[in-house]
């Protein structure tokens, strides 16, 4: 097979803020693997979170390392690939993984949904996210994204460097705004990280009677920070997700006990070859998932809506705030997120990107 790697630019219509800073520019990674006169896409990019460090340029200079190596295979040969797949970063390994099951899929003509014996009907609406900001930006945004894709969940991020209070003022405007709109929404709260055990503790209940449903990583991740979940478990009356916390199956386990649901993300586990069999784990093992974004186009979202018949809170919403999403193919009506029925991971460039 031949590989090879392309970067692009993009850019949020509005950026994002959350407890850990701001982001609007990106760099990504178009990855391609190529064999019988069939091409499989993949995307990656970087990935900068707590102890996790990938830039876009390390990202690529593995890749470009690994192109030589798999070049005597076919993409349909897993377990010989696998021992060349296995040390890359899990965005490096990400971009290969989703290219060669692209090119799988296209080869046997299938969507990868229906080859893993998946029912396209049971997609959720998925959740879109209002950053961190004033009060009147918050407001605004979520005109914005009523104005675009009516949702019938929110994600609204706290942990505020300006405090609990400031926190509250949020919430408070966001429940305002939504009690004027025409239809139910569900708010689901991500703190990124943004407080300690003991605001967690406080915030739990009050959020609770604010009318939030979920709390999604209150706690920063630390090695040891199943022991501060296990703490909080009791004292949550809201389903408790993790997100930065689980990065693989040993993650998992370790936090199973004392969380009601896992945030999976490809990029995070390094591709659908990772992130399914943790969903068929967290499931076994009694969680719910929800299946979230960085600042991913269509074609790496489209990767991901593969498995959204297994979620119970979509999260792939990052596409919708692009200004020119570089590809297509990916099925929307209003908010409700569907994998597409096309061979693969069924999306297509909208220009060819030279390579």
Request: proline share 9%.
């Amino acid at each position: 097979m031949q590989g090879c790697c392309h970067p692009f630019r993009i850019e949020r219509v509005v950026p994002l803020t959350i407890s850990r800073g701001q982001t609007h520019c990106l760099e990504r990674l178009l990855v391609e693997v190529s064999h019988g006169g069939i091409t499989g896409l993949g995307e990656t990019g970087p990935v900068d979170i707590g102890r996790h460090h990938y830039s876009s340029g390390a990202v690529a200079t593995e890749l470009a390392q690994l192109w030589p190596r798999l070049e005597p295979y076919a993409p349909d040969q897993w377990q010989r690939c696998e021992p060349l797949l296995a040390p890359l970063s899990p965005p490096a390994r990400c971009g290969v993984d989703l290219a060669l099951w692209d090119w799988w899929g296209k080869a046997l003509g299938r969507p990868l949904w229906r080859l893993w014996g998946l029912d396209r009907q049971r997609c959720g609406a998925t959740s879109v996210t209002v950053g961190l900001g004033s009060v009147e930006a918050v407001r605004q945004r979520l005109r914005q994204w009523f104005e675009q894709v009516h949702p019938s969940r929110i994600k609204l991020k706290l942990g505020s460097p300006q405090g609990l209070d400031h926190d509250r003022q949020l919430v408070r405007a966001t429940v305002q705004e939504l009690d004027r709109w025409p239809r139910s929404v569900d708010l689901q709260i991500d703190a990124n990280g943004g407080w300690n055990p003991e605001q967690a503790m406080v915030m739990a209940p009050w959020l609770q009677d604010q009318g939030a449903v979920l709390l999604e990583q209150p706690l920063p991740a630390a090695p040891n920070d199943h022991e501060d979940y296990a703490a909080l478990y009791p004292h949550c009356p809201l389903p408790l997700v993790v997100d930065e916390s689980c990065w693989t199956l040993q993650d998992l386990i370790r936090l199973a006990p004392h969380v009601d649901g896992v945030n999976l993300k490809l990029l995070k586990h390094g591709g659908l070859s990772q992130t399914l069999p943790m969903a068929r784990v967290a499931t076994q093992l009694g969680l719910k998932l929800m299946l979230g974004c960085y600042a991913d186009t269509s074609l790496l979202n489209g990767a991901a809506a593969q498995l959204l018949p297994l979620v119970e809170w979509p999260d792939l919403d990052s596409h919708l705030n692009l200004r020119h999403d570089p590809f297509l193919g990916l099925e929307r009506i209003q908010d409700v997120i569907r994998p597409s029925t096309a061979p693969g991971l069924g999306i297509q460039l909208a220009k060819p990107f030279p390579c």
